[in-house]
């Protein structure tokens, strides 16, 4: 038997204003085993990151633990403490040390103007009676240790080559000079600044930071949900190195339950602030028995299917409050879409390509200048390079491939959001990379887009109604303000919000009720074409197979075309009926959704689709079978 290091017992966390208590964490328990990955699941509001801060004793007010313990064990074999009932300053000793946290955003983590290396040492020597020196030399460890620095022979052989390469006739580079180039390697990567880092290096900083002090519990609140799936998988393995190398226990929480399959033994599922089910990840995939849990697996797209809409979480139960506050849920039979045939697949793609292009782009080229040291334009970091396609009236071409690649400059160029250097961009016929002016502003009511973040993408001072009827006014849209009222309304209830949202603010909605919100905005205007830009990628999985379903029937009702535009290839592969995968700038890939996943020509893309968290029981199993 493993030693529990970490146990919850009825854990009860409230949030109070203006006189409400919201209970957010509602009686939860469970158990952490030395080096034993625990899962946490469930949708935003769930209590899942609240939990993971009451543990870590960083609740801030109004949130307060009312009821409960947790009792940690800091050494083997001694007596547990209660963390609930230890004072701050003892805390103190605890948090960071014995327990850490690796926090969702790491940008928000790290602070901006000091460099990784002081932020680094600055945790290593709160916690460890270290010099500076001393404290540096084991920051370097930590970054090694994830990959984020090479090991210090690595960094010889690569500066031996270099030299052997430029240097073909002179002797060997000298051992005492090799030792201080390592050196000076090793302290450039300490003197980054964050803004210097992808967020992938940015979250194995934050790694580094949590395992300096070689703790024995290891929380992960969200820490890939704004990474890519290739760096997402990376992180993954990563983390699972780390916890076998150092025997730790950890708590991994998301909402993703394919991500959880990936790497938990235990999974406690939450929603509205309780643990609903509690079982093996083996047992939770392949006999999950409460209907949210159900519906959590079912939610997200698959690979090796093609169904006409994704199940959701209300597919499966309801959930009532009664006039006590007593949660009801009420399980429901699931009604189990139709899946498209080969047939039908083969008939849309035919008639779709013997339609004239409504939009086609000819060797397209998108650069950012990189200024030089007097000020004058050195070069261009190319975005875009040479890119070509066609797109379809009522197709849905899907656009595929890691941060970085060009999907959201293509995207955002071909709105004329961004200017291109040369290429043609032709929509109906008309070559619209020389429009200007008023001619420019007409084509936008044919042409819009939905961008990634909904929360950034809505005026926090704006009402909703003003939001969506913004578009209506600057196009004169509508001879009178209830006109203009009633399409609005007429907008969010088509997306399916009330017509009550009229005059409420951006911050009384969920996160996939604002994306709700942004997608009746780009209706307003009847537009023919819209770019879908990662627009489900900041949404819980449930929500997001809300939002695919929604506009799979808009483009249905309102004969839309789309470009949806994700590194997320099971969602493409949903929503598309071709695909472009996309790297460095350039197109490396094309064809149908079925062949790109069937018959992949390019390692990338194998790569992309290798890296997709599946959730299958199969693979949950034999991950399983290779730890032990």
Known sequence: MRETVLEVRNLQVEFSSDG??????????FQLHRGETLGIVGESGSGKSVTALAVMGLLQSPGRITGGEIWFRAQENSNPIDLVKLPPEQMQLHRGGDIAMIFQEPMSSLNPVYDIGFQLTEAIMRHQNVSVAQARQIAIAGLQE????????QIQQEYIETWNQTNPNSSKLDVSKLAKLVKEHKQAMLERYPHQLSGGQLQRVMIAMAISCNPLVLIADEPTTALDVTVQATILELMRELQQSRNMAMIFITHDLGLISEIAEEVAVMYRG???EYNTAEQIFSNSQHPYTKGLVACRPTLNRRPQRLLTVSDYMSAEETATGQLVIQAKEPPQPPEFSHEEIATRLANLNEQQPLLQIRNLKVGFPVRGVFGGTKRYTMAVNGVSFDVKPGETLGLVGESGCGKTTLGRTLLRLIEPMSGQIIFEKQDITTLKGETLQKLRREMQIIFQNPFSSLDPRMKVGDAVMEPLLIHAVGKTKRQRQERVAELLERVGLSADAIN???HQFSGGQRQRICIARSLALNPKFIICDES??????SVQAQVLNLLKELQKDFQLTYIFISHDL???KFMSDRILVMNHGQIVEQGTAESIYLEPKEEYTRKLIAAIPTGSPERVRNRHLRAL
């Open 504 to 506: 409420r603010y951006p």
């Open 146 to 153: 994830v990959k984020l620095l090479p090991s210090d022979e």
């Open 536 to 541: 489900v990628s900041a949404l819980d999985v």
């Open 20 to 29: 409400n208590i919201a209970k957010a964490v509602d009686g939860i328990s």
């Open 274 to 276: 309780k643990v609903v």
């Open 570 to 572: 099971s969602v493409v």
